[in-house]
């Protein structure tokens, strides 16, 4: 699977990604950004873990930037009657921040979703203190839906987390969806 937008390239993941997704991930500032599943230290082995879980994935991508792997972007299916919405997960190497790259991934990533896998909406959940996350989704059209008060806990804190969704223009509320 090969989606692409400018300089930016997503694609499936493969074992020689391991060390790359290693070192990228292995980053306390990316961590406390994401849930505890994703944990630091990142060890070779999650990222075998990782890759070996997701490389068959056809919605799993590692983000190319001028055909260097720089991070990863995914979406997550979710289940019953949540069948139609996808959940958005990103994270971006440190040294890559601030270029405007996760903005291209997002709606690379969010056109696939909506066109090829028929999503109806892409959701996802920001910490609170994550100003740059909340700038990128906004950037793509995302809209704020609301705050879940005290809904995170991570690092013995509780944090509120800011609710952003996108939907898919053709999968209005009350068309018919095909299943
Ligand atoms: C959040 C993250 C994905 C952003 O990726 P990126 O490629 O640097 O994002 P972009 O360059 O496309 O856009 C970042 C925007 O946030 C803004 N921004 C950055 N830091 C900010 C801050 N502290 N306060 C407000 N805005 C901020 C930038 O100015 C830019 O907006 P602009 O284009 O209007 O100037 C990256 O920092 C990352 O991977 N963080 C750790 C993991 C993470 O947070 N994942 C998301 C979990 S919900």
Redesign the pocket.
Known sequence: MLLSSGKITLRSFNDNDAQRLTELANNE??AI??RDGFPFPYTLNDAIGFISKFKASDTFFAIEWEGVYV?NISLLPLDDVHRKTAEI????GEP?????????AVKCITDFGFQVKQFARIH????EY????M??LE?CGFTCEGIFRNNVLKNNRLWNEHRYALLNPTALQGNSVSL
């Open positions: 500032k990316i950004n994401l991070g997960g990103y994270f971006l890559y921040w601030g270029k405007g790259i996760m903005t291209t996802t959940g920001v910490y994550n100003p740059a996350s700038r990128v950037k």
